[in-house]
């Protein structure tokens, strides 16, 4: 069983245990997620079954679009309201009440563009071959969380933020809130921009709700529930790879590309870019090609 499968995720559920429903639901043992969502998380989910599998990095390089709720006025150690997220923070009335909405549109688009972005303290990076929160539930002492916190900062790195515009903001107390939907690259944590949005604005934030709407070409309006995957129709390989450059090939090039010719794969009339699908005539996944050094490589065969 060779494709892609759009699952809407409900809430409380791990990327993982959809994974092992769709492997129990569709008995098939090569199945692999593109993009982990958080338990508390919910939208699309883009599972990829047999050989499409092998499509998953490129499916995690695609742009995503988000649509999230945060609070203002209180930070969590999650920068979430997850179950068991403690509060670290809470913002007087009178800071809250001097907001308005012009600062906290302000506060949100400077942080689009590329931008340096510190992952979320209970997040699945590794430190040291440990999950970091794996080494956030173990904080004991003030030194333990002063080392947590180092190690958060060393893993800062740069990610692209292609937009965020506001859908709703509400100021009024108790609880001052406002949605956004945020097209951004890989590697972004939304959790974050809710906890940089509260830090600009001086009165501390957190997300309360998330929902992924699309991923490269793929939207939620597609996805399926967890009870209709036995039902639900899977994608072809090449829509995973629609938001990559392509080319066509004929029948002859595109048996000598996948018997790995390398004199053929440098004739091909490929685009600058740093990676390439190669396509039969009928549409078919011939090969990804990778460009490094000046060379283009295959870097999977179909």
Excluded: N
Excluded at 183 to 209: F, N, Q, W
């Amino acid at each position: 069983m060779d494709g892609v499968l759009l699952v809407d995720k409900p809430t409380g559920l791990t990327s993982f245990d959809v994974v092992a429903r769709v492997r129990r639901a569709l008995r098939e043992k090569r199945v692999g997620h593109a993009g982990t969502l958080d338990p508390e998380a919910t939208g699309l989910l883009v599972i990829c079954l047999g050989e499409a599998t092998k499509l998953v990095p490129y499916l995690m390089d695609a742009d995503k679009e988000y649509l999230a709720t945060a609070r203002l006025g209180i930070t969590t150690d999650t920068d979430d309201a997850a179950p068991g997220s403690k509060v670290l923070f809470e913002s007087t009335e009178a800071s809250l009440r001097a907001l308005s909405e012009s600062q906290v549109s302000e506060a949100l688009r400077k942080q689009v563009g590329a931008i340096a972005q510190k992952p979320p303290r209970f997040s699945a990076l590794k430190v040291d071959g440990q999950r970091l929160y794996d080494k956030a539930r173990a904080v004991q002492t003030e030194e333990d969380a002063q080392a947590i916190e180092q190690q958060i900062e060393a893993k800062t790195r740069t990610v692209e933020i292609h937009d965020i515009q506001i859908e709703s903001v509400s100021l009024s107390l108790p609880h001052p809130a406002l949605t956004f939907r945020v097209h951004c690259g890989k590697g972004t944590y939304i959790r974050s921009i809710a906890r940089d949005l509260g830090e600009a604005l001086g009165v501390g934030a957190h997300l309360t709700a998330l929902r992924r709407l699309r991923v490269g070409r793929f939207s939620v309006e597609d996805a399926v529930s967890l009870d209709a995957l036995t039902a639900a129709p899977l994608a072809p390989l090449p829509a995973a790879v629609a938001h990559l450059p392509a080319v066509s090939v004929t029948p002859d090039v595109a048996q000598r590309v996948r018997q790995g010719h390398r004199a053929t794969v440098a004739a091909l009339p490929l685009p600058k870019a740093q990676v390439a699908v190669v396509l039969d005539e009928q549409r078919q996944l011939v090969a990804m090609l990778s460009h490094s050094e000046g060379t283009w490589r295959i870097a999977r065969g179909f």
